[in-house]
């Protein structure tokens, strides 16, 4: 190690004295001149092989697939070449690169005899022109209408001026309600203080006016608005599972544990939290929805399997302009 | 040899005159002026590690089955995308190590260029004549955040899908446009038109990179045509002092560049982020509970939430709805603030001349002050997306926090503004009486000598 430190030293002075050959007066220099450092220059080496040696490291843990922890030495190897790098160019940034401090003048504000002259240019390549206004007013128009033109194709991505889609959902009088597998939801199956996903059957599951929360209360928690009459038969009450906010889906349903002191039950979206109370037609009872949770009204059929009673009370999906005009659809 | 390669380049470009100046370039000694300097090299991570993983990604949204070494998804019907990334984490060599670099200088990056900007807010290094380059700056941020967004959405795991639902209920929440500007972006009601997949990755991998690198380069146009900005010297000297780009600050910059790289490379080696194998693909009947995006997007979150539950009618047509104050006029607000604020300061001191030198904090009362609390108002935002995450780990319950960041976001903001002021008047005055005791002192000292 000695001796190859040595060897270095010696290189790096036979380097040096190979630039002495072409030596100035100190005045004339315009880099000032650094003081040998021959000891950092010596570390520096040291860190660049330990550099190579890590990358090198790299490419072993790259070839063979017999580490264990292949991902995170990879990860070690690569870092650490790359700080050894960092550590030679830093120190020898501090030790063998001169550091000089130099002053100089901050660049002219600004340039008047080049502004007038552009002025100037300019006010003066229009001197033949005689309709100055009609000329920009035309031009104007060729360019606004040619921009328009332009833009006009990236329409194609979706219907601009169309928002029918929005209020569509699937759910019409009859349908029945299924669960993630196909299969219908009966009646008797619905328990308390547990919620259900459900989807339309026979529809695409995917769309925002699909799934459905399904819920059982105890008749004393359900208190409708007036027309909700018979939507809720032996207490299952059915939801849209997208929240009227921002459009996440209500994963958490808060059960009370001990009614007396905690308060009802309610649907609430994971994102933003605001929790909707199923027993009052969907009210907002918190957080930052704007809107009542839609209510899909539910029929038991003849099997005992839910069916929709009618469509959504609402538009599904976090609110847009307009979104109160019409009642969902389908 | 180096004559011969400088010759030669010469001749056919004429660069020597600007490469003699390029190299004395002068740059001021301050660390704080290396922030900008990170987020650059966290970019050049970005590019690198990002061009690596476009090799494997597949952006769309077609339905396929898992069939990787991943087990417990073994069998699972997912999109070809989120697919995609589970074989970058699991079975693609290096992979997961590139996916994760990426991630973490993504978050570094931003990081970087948020501290960058309150350091030049601060030190009042916005004013004439870089005014540009502090817009340029602005923009470049909010633009980084769109493509951080994008960059988690594409991956089409649970936690993207139910960002970009949050993205779409935004989108529609806009005043009278909402609805046909959500439709036209996403194409179809939510979760769109499947083709919206791959209108996210062309602008997460070349429109948005390339704006950013854009701007990067007008940007540094900027800085090197007016130059740094420096602290103010003592004895008033208008000079500007600093090392020359080259030797001096070459290998310092290049060794910063490569820590940079280093760090991030490691932690991408060693820390966990976004273990999306974890989430499961998107559904859009599934949410989960604690979701948080990445901590720049977290005081839009912040807002959404503080919000109180209401949309603006007009009879039975909705003006406003909900999302809006939080998911878009408040990142406006901020947006326009900051990009104003240079012209608005001139217009209230008066200033109009050029200010090469920095200001200490603490010499400008004002704008420190305003400053501070407007920061303190967006961080309370911030931590109020978090508050869900207290409740669980602390146990403090959501709806009172909620209302008490609701009240503090208007309180706190007041009275940072005021004790910031006073700190800075203090400050300044226990400096004054310092310097009126030197100066005592060294008269009598002056006094006793003659005597």
């Known amino acids: 190690m000695r001796r190859l430190g040595r060897w270095l030293l010696a290189l790096s002075m036979l380097r040096r004295g190979g630039g002495d050959r072409r030596e100035h007066d100190d005045d004339d220099r315009i880099v000032s001149a650094g003081d040998p450092a021959p000891r950092a220059e010596l570390v520096v080496v040291g860190l660049l092989l330990l550099a190579a040696l890590s990358a090198a490291g790299f490419v072993v843990v790259y070839a063979f697939d017999s580490f264990s922890a292949q991902h995170q030495l990879l990860g070690i190897t690569l870092g650490l070449s790359l700080a050894f790098v960092a550590a030679a160019l830093i120190l020898g940034g501090k030790r063998l690169i001169v550091s000089e401090d130099l002053e100089e003048d901050y660049p002219e504000p ?98 925002l006016g699909a799934p459905l929360v399904v819920v059982r209360l105890v008749p004393d928690a359900i208190r409708l608005p007036p027309d909700r009459a018979g939507w809720a038969p032996e207490g299952i009450l059915a939801y849209s599972k997208v929240c009227t906010h921002a459009g996440c889906a209500i994963a958490l349903y808060r059960t009370p544990t001990f009614s007396a002191t905690q308060p009802g039950p309610a649907l609430v979206c994971p994102c933003h939290y605001s929790p909707f109370d199923p027993g009052t037609g969907g009210d907002v009872k918190f957080g930052p929805a704007g809107r009542n949770l839609p209510q899909l009204p539910l029929l038991i059929d003849s099997a005992g399997e839910l069916r929709a009673g009618g469509t959504m009370s609402g538009a599904v999906g976090p609110s847009w302009p307009g979104v109160r005009l019409r009642k969902g659809e389908s | 040899m180096i004559r011969q390669a400088v010759h030669f380049l010469d001749e056919r470009t004429g660069a020597a005159p600007f490469l003699r100046k390029g190299l004395r370039y002068l740059f001021p000694d301050h660390w704080s002026f290396l922030l900008g300097e990170v987020a650059l090299y966290s970019f050049i991570v970005l590019v690198a590690t990002g061009v690596y993983l476009t090799l494997f990604f ?42 994760q670099t990426h991630h973490w200088a993504a978050n570094l990056f931003v990081a970087a260029i948020v501290v960058h900007l309150m350091r030049v807010f601060f030190t009042g290094a916005f004013r004439k004549p870089r005014e540009l380059t502090w817009v340029v700056g602005l923009l470049m941020l909010f633009t980084t955040l769109l493509e951080g967004y994008l960059g988690y959405s594409i991956i089409d795991d649970l936690l993207s899908g139910m960002g970009l639902a949050i993205g779409y209920g935004v989108a529609e929440s806009l005043p009278v446009i909402g609805g046909y500007l959500s439709l036209g972006i996403w194409g179809a009601p939510f979760p769109g038109d499947p083709a919206f997949e791959s209108r996210m990755y ?55 560049m490569f820590a940079t790289a280093a760090l991030l490379f490691l932690l991408g080696g060693l820390v966990q982020i976004n273990p999306i194998w974890e989430w499961g693909p998107y559904e859009l009947y599934l949410g989960t509970n604690g979701a948080q995006p990445d901590w720049y997007l977290g005081w839009l979150i912040g807002g959404l939430r503080l919000v109180p539950g209401f949309d603006v009618t007009i009879g039975e047509y909705t003006l406003v709805p909900n999302p809006f104050w939080g998911g878009a006029l408040f990142p406006l607000i901020v947006l326009v603030v900051l990009l104003v604020w240079p012209w608005a300061e001139r217009r209230v001191t008066g200033e109009r001349g050029f200010s090469n030198a920095l200001d200490r904090p603490r010499d400008r009362p004002g704008r420190t002050a305003f400053g501070a609390a407007f920061f303190t108002w967006v961080v309370l935002i911030f931590f109020a997306g978090s508050a869900d995450r207290i409740y669980v780990f602390l146990d403090l319950d959501y709806v009172p926090q909620l209302w008490v960041y609701r009240a503090a976001v208007i309180i706190l903001p007041l009275v940072v503004y005021f004790v910031a002021r006073r700190v800075c008047l203090e400050l300044q005055r226990a400096e004054r009486i310092e310097h009126d005791s030197e100066e005592a002192e060294a008269e009598a000292r002056a006094e006793v000598a003659t005597a």
Do not use: C, N
């Open chain 1, 110 to 207: 600004a340039h008047p005899q080049e502004e007038a002259e552009v002025v100037e240019i300019i006010e003066e390549s229009r001197g033949g022109i005689t309709r100055k206004k009609l000329l920009a007013g035309a031009g104007a128009a060729a360019g606004g209408t040619l921009g328009v033109a332009a833009l006009a194709p990236a329409l194609s991505t979706g219907p601009w001026f169309d928002t029918d889609p929005l209020y569509e959902t699937p759910w019409e009088r009859g349908r029945r309600l299924v669960d993630d597998r196909g299969k219908p939801f009966r009646a008797e199956e619905i328990a308390f203080d547990t919620f259900y996903t459900a989807f339309p059957e026979g529809a695409d599951r995917g769309q």
């Open chain 2, 58 to 99: 597949e952006p769309s949204l077609a339905e396929t089955h898992y069939s990787g070494s991943y087990e417990p998804l073994q069998g699972l019907a997912m999109s070809e995308a989120y697919k995609s990334v589970i074989d970058i984490s699991f079975d693609v060599k290096s992979g997961l190590l590139m996916r």
């Open chain 2, 202 to 256: 062309i602008f997460h991998v070349l429109i948005l990179p390339v704006a950013i690198g854009t701007m990067i380069a007008i940007h540094l146009g900027l800085v090197a045509s007016r130059h740094h900005t420096q602290f103010k010297r003592a004895g008033g000297k208008s000079k500007l002092l600093g090392s020359p780009a080259f030797p001096a600050q070459v290998p310092r910059s290049l060794g910063l």
